[in-house]
C-alpha cells in the first residue's frame, strides 16, 4: 500500500502556469499573496511583540479616553467638581478591572476571552451569551471608534463640511476591513506611526496642561471646595452620591479595550502570558493616566460642550492658546486622535472574527467563520464585522453618545460575567491556592463595579439605544442556539448512520494488495473518520460492483482558527490527518482491496482538493473521484449556510478539467 503526501506523480515538462486572470490580481494587489504553510517560522513571524500588541490591541482601550471621559464630565453638567473624585474612580477601576483579566491571561494562556472564560466556569449557556454579547461588542467597538474618529476630524473643519462626516466614516470601515483581511501585523505596523504621534501630542497636552495652571491650583482647589458646598445645598449628599454614580456608570465607555487583549493572546508571541500581561500592563497605565487627567483638565480649563467639537477639541484649543503653540498644535492633536480611534477600530476587526471563529468550532456559528484565508485570516468573519459595523454606523447616524451607550452595556455584561466566573471559580478552589483571599476580593470586588455599571447604563439609558443593544444581544443567542440545534442533530443522524454500519470483518486470509496504476482506481474525498465517509466506500462498491482495483483516499487538513494556535499547529494538523487515512486505508485492507492516500494542508479545502484530484488523475490515468454528501429530505434555504458545498464546488473544477466527479448521497431523515 502507497501512503504518501500530497499527491507526488505529476507529469514532466508541463507547460508554463498561464497568468490568473484580472479579479485574482486585483486580489492579490488588496490582500498580499498567500502565506507559506510549509514554513515552520510563520507564526513566529505573524505573531506580536508586546509593543505591537498594545499598539493593535491597546489602541482600543487608550482610544476610548477620547469619548468616555467626555460622556462623564457632560453627565455632571453643572457640578464639574465631581470630576477629580471621578478620575481616580476611573483609574481605580481601569487598574481593577485590568488587574483581574491578568489573572485571566494566566489561567487561560490560550485566549478566548469572556468567551471562554464564561464557557469553561460557568457553562456552555453562559458561554454563548458572553460570546454574543462579545461579537455585537466587537461591532460597536468598530461603529463608535469609527465614529468618534469622524467627530474628531471634522471638529476642526469648517461647519459646512459635517455633511460628509457619516460618509467619510463608511470609507474607513471599508477600508479597515481590506486591510484587515491581508493580515494582522500588516495592519498593526501601518498604524504604528500614528499611535506614537497620539502618544506624543496628548503627553504634551496633559503635562503642559496641568503645568501652565499650576500657579491658580489654589484658585481652582478653593472653586471646587465652593463647588461641593453649593452641591451639599442644592442636592444633598443622596443627590451628590446619585449624581457621581450615574457619571461614573455613563463614563464606562472609558474601560472597553481593555478584555481585548485576553481574547487575543493566539496572536501573541510566546510567551504568550508574559506578553499578554506586558501588554495589560502598558494598556492600563496609558488608558488610567489619559482618561483620568482628561477629566482634570476638562474641570482646569474650564471646558464646556461647543456643538461641532469634542471636548477634547476645545480643550486643545485653548490649550494651544494659551502656549502659544497655534493651529498647527490643535490640528496634529485632533488628526492623531482621529487616527488612534480608527486603530482602536482593529480590536473589533482582530477579536471579534477570534470569537466567531471560537464559537464557529463549538459549532454555536456556521462553521464556516472558523475558517482561515490564504492569508490566515479569519476573512469570512472580518468581512461580516466589517458588514454590520457599517450597517450600525448609518443606523445611529454616527451620532457617538448613542453609540456609546450600547457599546457600554455589552461590554460590561461581558465584564461581569468573566469576573464572577472567577470569582466562583477562586471561592471553589480556595483550599489548593495558597493567596486564594487576596484573588477573590479582585474578582469580587470588579463584579461588583461591574454589575453596578451594567444596571445603571441599562437602566437610565433603555431608551436611547440599551434596548437595541438588548434585542440584538438575544436575537443573536436564540439564533446561535438555533445553529447549536440543527448541528447536533446532523451529527446524530451521522452517529446512527455510523452504527448501522457497524465494525466491517476483515475479510479472511486478508492480504495486503499493492496498487496497479493501470487498473480502474476509485478515489475518494474523505473529511474524518466517521459515517459518511464509510458510507460513501461502501457504496461505491454497491453502485460499481467488481469494477475498482484501488482505492486512493484523499484528505484536506484545513487550516482554520481552531488549529492556527502556534508554531507546532500543521505538525499537529499533519499527524492527525495521516492518523485518520490511516485508518480508511485499513478499512479497505480488510475489504481485500489495494488502497492508498494522498492529503494536502491548506486553507481552503476546495483549491487544495482540486489540486489532490488532479495529481491523482495523473498518477492514476483510469480515476473516477468520489465524494459523500449529505442529503437532507426537506431542503432549507439555511443549510448552504451551515454546511459547506465542497463536494460540489470541487466537481464543477473537475468537470472543468475533464475528470469525471460523482457525488454519492448520505441521507439525513
Known amino acids: 500500500m502507497a501512503d504518501t503526501p500530497q499527491g507526488n506523480g505529476a507529469e514532466e515538462n508541463q507547460p508554463p502556469p498561464e497568468p490568473p486572470p484580472l479579479p485574482s490580481r486585483i486580489r492579490r494587489f488588496l490582500f498580499g499573496h498567500p502565506r507559506d504553510l510549509a514554513d515552520r517560522s510563520i507564526f513566529h513571524r505573524l505573531a506580536l511583540i508586546p509593543f505591537l500588541a498594545w499598539v493593535g490591541l491597546g489602541a482600543d482601550g487608550l482610544s476610548s479616553s477620547c469619548y468616555g471621559p467626555e460622556e462623564a464630565f457632560r453627565t455632571l453638567g453643572e457640578h464639574t467638581f465631581l470630576a477629580v473624585a471621578l478620575s481616580g474612580m476611573i483609574a481605580v477601576t481601569v487598574f481593577i478591572i485590568a488587574s483581574a483579566y491578568s489573572r485571566i491571561i494566566e489561567d487561560f494562556p490560550h485566549g478566548g476571552g469572556g468567551y471562554v472564560v464564561a464557557t469553561k466556569l460557568l457553562g456552555e449557556r453562559a458561554g454563548v451569551v458572553s460570546g454574543s454579547a462579545l461579537l455585537v461588542d466587537y461591532v460597536l467597538t468598530i461603529a463608535v471608534s469609527i465614529a468618534a474618529a469622524g467627530d474628531a476630524l471634522f471638529s476642526f473643519l469648517p461647519p459646512e463640511w459635517h455633511g460628509a462626516k457619516v460618509p467619510a466614516e463608511a470609507v474607513l470601515i471599508v477600508g479597515l476591513t481590506t486591510i484587515n483581511i491581508r493580515g494582522v501585523k500588516e495592519s498593526v505596523l501601518a498604524m504604528l506611526p500614528i499611535f506614537m504621534i497620539f502618544l506624543a501630542t496628548h503627553a504634551a497636552l496633559l503635562i503642559g496642561g496641568l503645568l501652565l495652571h499650576l500657579p491658580q491650583i489654589g484658585t481652582t482647589a478653593s472653586g471646587i471646595h465652593q463647588g461641593f458646598r453649593t452641591g451639599l445645598q442644592t442636592l444633598g449628599w443622596g443627590g451628590i452620591f446619585v449624581l457621581f454614580v450615574r457619571a461614573y456608570s455613563l463614563g464606562g465607555g472609558t474601560y472597553t479595550g481593555l478584555e481585548a487583549v485576553s481574547n487575543g493572546l493566539p496572536i501573541m508571541r510566546e510567551p504568550r502570558v508574559?506578553?499578554?500581561?506586558?501588554?495589560?500592563?502598558?494598556?492600563?497605565?496609558?488608558?488610567?493616566?489619559?482618561a483620568g487627567g482628561l477629566l482634570l483638565l476638562y474641570l482646569l480649563w474650564n471646558v464646556e460642550h461647543v456643538p461641532g467639537k469634542t471636548l477634547n477639541a476645545v480643550l486643545a484649543e485653548r490649550f494651544a492658546s494659551a502656549s502659544h503653540l497655534g493651529l498647527v498644535f490643535v490640528i496634529v492633536t485632533l488628526v492623531s486622535e482621529g487616527a488612534l480611534l480608527i486603530v482602536g477600530a482593529q480590536a473589533g476587526f482582530i477579536d471579534g472574527p477570534r470569537v466567531l471563529g471560537n464559537m464557529a468550532v463549538d459549532s454555536w456559528m456556521p462553521h464556516r467563520f472558523a475558517a482561515l484565508s490564504e492569508r490566515l485570516?479569519?476573512?469570512?468573519?472580518?468581512?461580516?464585522?466589517?458588514?454590520?459595523?457599517?450597517?450600525?454606523?448609518?443606523?445611529?447616524?454616527?451620532?457617538?453618545?448613542?453609540?456609546?451607550?450600547?457599546?457600554?452595556?455589552?461590554?460590561?455584561?461581558?465584564?461581569?460575567?468573566?469576573?464572577?466566573?472567577?470569582?466562583?471559580?477562586?471561592?471553589?478552589?480556595?483550599?489548593?491556592?495558597?493567596?486564594?483571599?487576596?484573588?477573590?476580593?479582585?474578582?469580587?470586588?470588579?463584579?461588583?463595579?461591574?454589575?453596578?455599571?451594567?444596571?445603571?447604563?441599562?437602566?437610565?439609558?433603555?431608551?436611547?439605544?440599551?434596548?437595541?443593544?438588548?434585542?440584538?444581544?438575544?436575537a443573536l443567542v436564540l439564533f446561535c442556539v438555533r445553529v447549536?440545534?440543527?448541528?447536533?442533530?446532523?451529527?446524530?443522524?451521522?452517529?446512527?448512520?455510523?452504527?448501522?454500519?457497524?465494525?466491517?470483518?476483515?475479510?479472511?486470509?486478508?492480504?495486503?494488495?499493492?496498487?496497479?496504476?493501470?487498473?480502474?482506481?476509485?478515489?475518494?474525498?474523505?473529511g474524518g473518520y466517521g459515517?459518511?465517509?464509510?458510507?460513501?466506500?461502501?457504496?461505491?462498491?454497491?453502485?460499481?460492483p467488481g469494477h475498482f482495483s484501488n482505492l486512493i483516499f484523499l484528505s484536506v487538513g484545513v487550516v482554520d482558527s481552531g488549529e492556527f494556535k502556534g508554531e507546532d499547529a500543521i505538525d499537529k494538523l499533519r499527524e492527525r490527518t495521516e492518523g485518520m487515512l490511516k485508518r480508511y486505508v485499513d478499512l479497505a485492507g480488510s475489504l481485500g482491496v489495494?488502497?492508498?492516500?494522498?492529503?494536502?494542508?491548506?486553507?481552503?479545502?476546495?483549491?487544495?482538493?482540486?489540486?489532490?484530484?488532479?495529481?491523482?488523475?495523473?498518477?492514476?490515468?483510469?480515476?473516477?473521484?468520489?465524494?459523500?454528501?449529505?442529503?437532507?429530505?426537506?431542503?432549507?434555504?439555511?443549510?448552504p449556510i451551515l454546511h459547506n458545498e465542497t463536494a460540489i464546488a470541487v466537481q464543477k473544477r473537475l468537470q472543468w478539467r475533464g475528470i469525471t466527479m460523482v457525488i454519492l448521497p448520505a441521507k439525513v431523515r
Open 377 to 474: 485570516t479569519t476573512q469570512n468573519g472580518i468581512a461580516v464585522m466589517g458588514i454590520a459595523a457599517l450597517a450600525t454606523l448609518l443606523y445611529t447616524g454616527g451620532d457617538v453618545r448613542h453609540l456609546v451607550v450600547m457599546y457600554s452595556i455589552n461590554v460590561f455584561l461581558t465584564f461581569s460575567l468573566s469576573l464572577f466566573a472567577m470569582a466562583r471559580a477562586t471561592w471553589r478552589s480556595r483550599r489548593e491556592r495558597a493567596h486564594w483571599k487576596r484573588r477573590e476580593a479582585l474578582f469580587a470586588g470588579g463584579f461588583l463595579l461591574c454589575i453596578m455599571i451594567l444596571v445603571l447604563t441599562t437602566v437610565t439609558k433603555f431608551r436611547e439605544g440599551g434596548w437595541i443593544t438588548l434585542l440584538v444581544t438575544t
Open 594 to 639: 489495494a488502497a492508498g492516500s494522498r492529503y494536502g494542508i491548506g486553507t481552503d479545502a476546495v483549491d487544495e482538493a482540486e489540486k489532490l484530484c488532479a495529481d491523482t488523475a495523473r498518477e492514476f490515468p483510469k480515476t473516477i473521484i468520489f465524494a459523500g454528501k449529505i442529503i437532507f429530505r426537506r431542503e432549507r434555504w439555511y443549510q
Open 484 to 526: 447549536r440545534r440543527h448541528y447536533r442533530l446532523v451529527g446524530a443522524k451521522l452517529q446512527q448512520l455510523y452504527a448501522e454500519l457497524g465494525d466491517i470483518p476483515p475479510a479472511p486470509d486478508a492480504k495486503p494488495v499493492e496498487l496497479d496504476p493501470t487498473k480502474p482506481t476509485a478515489a475518494v474525498l474523505v
Open 531 to 544: 459515517g459518511l465517509g464509510i458510507h460513501t466506500v461502501l457504496n461505491i462498491f454497491r453502485a460499481f
Open 274 to 290: 508574559h506578553t499578554g500581561k506586558r501588554t495589560m500592563s502598558y494598556m492600563a497605565a496609558s488608558l488610567a493616566i489619559t
